[in-house]
Every structure is written in structure tokens, then in C-alpha cells.
């Protein structure tokens, strides 16, 4: 079993001592005997722990959707403020930080760019540079590996709370290497550190870590939801159910004006390896087409080395589409506090993809355009990696 940042913390007696902490973490954020973070800290470093911080679906995990708030509430455990940033602010603010010297960051990320935990971190970096703070963060596994990049580089104009940074959806870091990229390459110029894990190889999957699974969100129940999610959750931009309101989130898609036969012939011409559509009906009990039957599929994972979530979503998506266009619709704003631009656009990170897919672009044609901007992503990030293949 790998041992992550938060169990080799005893490595920042002399960074930490005297200093005030607080910790960015929610429910998931424990060590492999399910000791929360905030209780490791405390019994290392004490009083010295003064606060904590919770990013979105709040500190318990509590909260659905996206744009449900969380309030600032007081740990029923150990007495401490917990700062919500899904709430009144997504950045910390100056009177949040002068409860502390040193922010450590040691939450569970799922390697893709949409997913919101990214960019709290970063907002927290952004408020750390300026109020003259430092951050240190625990490092963790990133569940879908990190050997395969997937994707299209996000563009400018797209830029949102589900996508600061020019990186593709699946970018192969870990959240601490996600960190020395970001701090340096996007030009925030925190006072940084990180505590990295031993044992941990890129190749890793989430199950290869013998680590135990805790849900960073309500809709990520299991490593295998997060294997998916790199491409399914392009349908939160759509009127599609992104299975929501199921047993399994993000592995089942579908609606009521879907129809299997249609569908299955287009995904028949693309290579979509690793993976089994399997043909069913589903009723979600919340989100989308509540109490309705949908028609749809579960996304099997059969090959997780081969697989690739973000191709065989956007075949999906493009199948749906042009088979059902009188149907097929985007959702309409807001969605994660933008207000004008479509949510379809904000998780895709292009607005020329869409466009490209609604015109019927081959999927396969559109990954050789991409190829030169993730190369140049690779060469960026290759410095700031910590672990090897």
C-alpha cells in the first residue's frame, strides 16, 4: 500500500512549528484507517490547528449539485470554524486568513479539469500569494492514473469555475503536481510546498493503490464512477441524465427520447476501446427526468489501461445529437455561477468543439487537432512531475 501526504506529515515539524494552521478538506480527506485529516493534524501539531476549510459540496459532502451553498459551520468533532468556499466566496478571504500562517490543502481529486476542487485549490494559492501566507499540499492518488492525458486544451473564452487553466480534461497529475504546475506556469507565485507519497507510480489506478476509497462528492461513490467521469460529466451541459438521482452516477446516461438502435450504429463506427455499452432503462429519483423513465446505457469499463473516457463520451454525445436533433438540447445557464455563456461550452473548454460535433466532425479527426497543443501541455508539465512510471 502507498502511504499519501497527510500520513507523512512528520516531515513538516520544522516548516510548521510555531505556525498557526488551518486545512482545506472535507469528509473524504482521511488516511488509509480512515482517520480524518483534521484529526492526524491535530494530534501532530495540536493547538496550533486553528481552522478549517471546505470546498464544494461542503465539509461532510453533504450538497448535490452544483450552485448548492454551503455555510461557514462549526465542527462538531473538534470545535474549529470550517470556512465554506461554495458559498457567500469561492476565495478565501483576508479575514479567513488571519486565522493562520500555513493553509494545508489535502483533498481528494479525480484528475479531471472540470471537477471544482481544482480551482478552490488555486483560488486558495491566488489568496495565499496575497495576503503573504503559505500553502502546503498533501498529496493524494489521482484516481484515473496518470499516464493517459486525454483532451482539448482549454480556450480563454471559456475560462469558468469548471476550467481556470489552459489543461486538457484529463491531464494525468496528481493534485500536488497539479499545484507546482499551476503556481509557476499560470503565474501565481505562492509560497508553495508539498509533501508527496511514497510508493505511488504513475501507472497506479485508483484499486492498484490498496488505498481505501472515501467519496469526495455525492455522485462519486467508487473509483470506477471516477473512470467515466472524465467524458460523462459533458452531460451536466446537455438535457440528457447524467445519472443523477441513480445508484450509479456518471455510469448510466440517457432519456426518454433516447432509442438504443440509432445510437449503437453510430458508436459502431469509432474505436471505442476498454469499454461495453450495455443497453437499459433507468428512473432517476432526482436531478433530470425525475420519475421518469429513461432510455439509455451503463458505460462498462472493461480494459481500465485502454479506455478512454473523453473520446468515447464525445462519440456519445455526437451520436445523441445528430440522432435525435429535434430532442437533443443544451441546458441553459446558470451553472457553476456563470450566468450568460452555455454550460455545454464552460465543460467542454471550446466553444469550436461543440460546433464541430453538432456539425458532425469525426471525433477521431478532432483528437489529431489537439495533438500539437498536448504535446506542447506534456513538455510543460514534465518538470513539475514527482513520481515515476
Known amino acids: 500500500?502507498?502511504?499519501?501526504?497527510?500520513?507523512?506529515?512528520?516531515?513538516?515539524?520544522?516548516?510548521?512549528?510555531?505556525?498557526?494552521?488551518?486545512?482545506?478538506?472535507?469528509?473524504?480527506?482521511?488516511?488509509?484507517?480512515m482517520q480524518h485529516a483534521r484529526d492526524v493534524i491535530k494530534d501532530r501539531f495540536g493547538d496550533r490547528l486553528c481552522c478549517l476549510f471546505s470546498p464544494q459540496h461542503g465539509f461532510f459532502s453533504e450538497k448535490q449539485d452544483n450552485m448548492i451553498e454551503s455555510d461557514h459551520v462549526k465542527d462538531p468533532v473538534s470545535g474549529l470554524p470550517v470556512f465554506s468556499l461554495y458559498g457567500e466566496t469561492r476565495k478565501p478571504t483576508a479575514t479567513m486568513f488571519e486565522h493562520i500562517d500555513v493553509l494545508l490543502i489535502d483533498i481528494v481529486d479525480v484528475g479531471t479539469r472540470v471537477y471544482t476542487f481544482l480551482y478552490t485549490m488555486a483560488y486558495c494559492m491566488e489568496a495565499a500569494a496575497e495576503h503573504g501566507k503559505q500553502i502546503v499540499v498533501l498529496d493524494r492518488p489521482n484516481p484515473v492514473g496518470c499516464q493517459a492525458v486525454e483532451g482539448n486544451i482549454l480556450q480563454d473564452d471559456c475560462s469558468s469555475f469548471v476550467g481556470l487553466y489552459p489543461i486538457p480534461m484529463r491531464h494525468g497529475m496528481t493534485f500536488a503536481e497539479l499545484a507546482l504546475f499551476i503556481n509557476t506556469e499560470c503565474g501565481i507565485g505562492a509560497d508553495l510546498q508539498v509533501v508527496p507519497m511514497q510508493g505511488y507510480e504513475r501507472s497506479m489506478l485508483f484499486r492498484d493503490t490498496g488505498f481505501p476509497w472515501v467519496a469526495p462528492s455525492p455522485n462519486m461513490p467508487?473509483?470506477?464512477?471516477?473512470?467515466?467521469?472524465?467524458g460523462q460529466v459533458i452531460w451536466e451541459g446537455t438535457n440528457c441524465s447524467e445519472g443523477r438521482g441513480t445508484c450509479l452516477p456518471f455510469e448510466l446516461v440517457g432519456a426518454p427520447f433516447w432509442k438504443h438502435a440509432p445510437i449503437l450504429e453510430r458508436l459502431s463506427a469509432v474505436d471505442l476501446p476498454g469499454c461495453y455499452f450495455r443497453p437499459l432503462v433507468f428512473q432517476p429519483t432526482s436531478g433530470k427526468w425525475a420519475e421518469q423513465v429513461c432510455t439509455g446505457f451503463q458505460i462498462h469499463v472493461t480494459d481500465q489501461e485502454t479506455f478512454l473516457s473523453y473520446r468515447t463520451s464525445l462519440v456519445l454525445l455526437q451520436a445523441v445529437m445528430l440522432s435525435f436533433p429535434e430532442e437533443?438540447?443544451?441546458?441553459?445557464?446558470?451553472?457553476?455561477?456563470?450566468?450568460?455563456?452555455?454550460?455545454?461550452?464552460?465543460?467542454?473548454?471550446?466553444?469550436?468543439?461543440?460546433k464541430a460535433l453538432e456539425k458532425g466532425v469525426s471525433v477521431l479527426d478532432l483528437e489529431e487537432k489537439w495533438k500539437l497543443q498536448l504535446d506542447t501541455f506534456l513538455e510543460k508539465r514534465e518538470k513539475y512531475l514527482l513520481y515515476v512510471a
Open 1 to 33: 500500500m502507498i502511504s499519501i501526504g497527510l500520513e507523512n506529515i512528520a516531515s513538516l515539524d520544522a516548516t510548521l512549528k510555531g505556525k498557526r494552521l488551518g486545512v482545506l478538506c472535507n469528509q473524504a480527506s482521511t488516511d488509509n484507517k
Open 222 to 230: 467508487t473509483p470506477e464512477t471516477a473512470l467515466v467521469y472524465p
Open 328 to 354: 437533443f438540447s443544451y441546458k441553459e445557464p446558470p451553472y457553476e455561477y456563470e450566468f450568460e455563456r452555455l454550460p455545454i461550452d464552460l465543460i467542454l473548454g471550446d466553444k469550436v468543439l461543440r
